[in-house]
């Protein structure tokens, strides 16, 4: 029987890589549990794993401007002394990485094998995981980018949209950034896919089909809660200035799944609809 570890189990991909799992031997460990910078605390952990799927990491993107050796000590060390133990333990491993390894200036979807080139210090640390990982660890390690999440346990966008639908009379949301809103349970289920399936180790693209920018998005959860969408405005990002910069262009490719034999990931809109069903957007004492 296969036994599973998940690093970073109580964050919000956590969460629903804990149901996507369920039945099955896992060990769910948070934070508090495992120290993923910690090298011997993590071979440890993973001794008599068959499969490590890694959702840990330093997430706090503007803050990484700042403490870029903390973000890296996380994001790239913890990242190779997972792959490692992987190695080790003959084990399958995946990385949990992000569009932010991209500068976001493309003009057509970015495929798994396109040149890393990151313009944050976040960016660059989870850019420096993926490498270090790869390195490690070449026949087992799965690089599994993802982007604009939202699901039903923590703080995201999909949520604060339906809250603010629920509170205020209208808002602005920017235009000039696109992506694919990400379901956390639809890429759970790809995860896993990947694992009991004979895809080779490699790079893949972990996002819901299609694309849409912020303001887009921001309107679908308003027509999905029962809001009109045309309260959310136009805005763009000179209005947002923050320390680290976003990706203007955060669409990836999905080539690599048909290549697995998996199907390509379904489109954003059909699983923020399904979302919406399953409870995601509902908002408490609104």
Known sequence: MTRYLIAGANGQLGHDLRRAL??????????????????EAVRRAVAGHDAVINAAAYTRVDDAETYEDEAYAVNAQGAENLARAA???????VLVSTDYVFRGDATSPYAE????????????TKAAGEELSLAAHPEGTYVVRTAWLYGKDGNNFARTMAKLAATRPEIQVVTDQVGQPTYTA????LIVALLDGDAPAGVY???NSGIASWHEFAQEVFRLTGHDPARVGETDSASFVRPAPRPAYSVLGHGAWAEAGIPEPRDWREALADAAAAGVLEVADA
């Open 113 to 124: 094998d396109a040149p890393r080139d990151p313009i944050s210090a976040y960016g660059r």
């Open 186 to 189: 639809d890429l759970a289920a």
């Open 87 to 93: 190695a080790e333990n003959g084990a399958k491993y």
């Open 22 to 39: 369920e039945g099955r031997d896992v060990t769910a460990l948070g934070r508090a549990d495992l120290d993923i910078t910690d090298a």
């Open 205 to 207: 693209h972990g996002t």
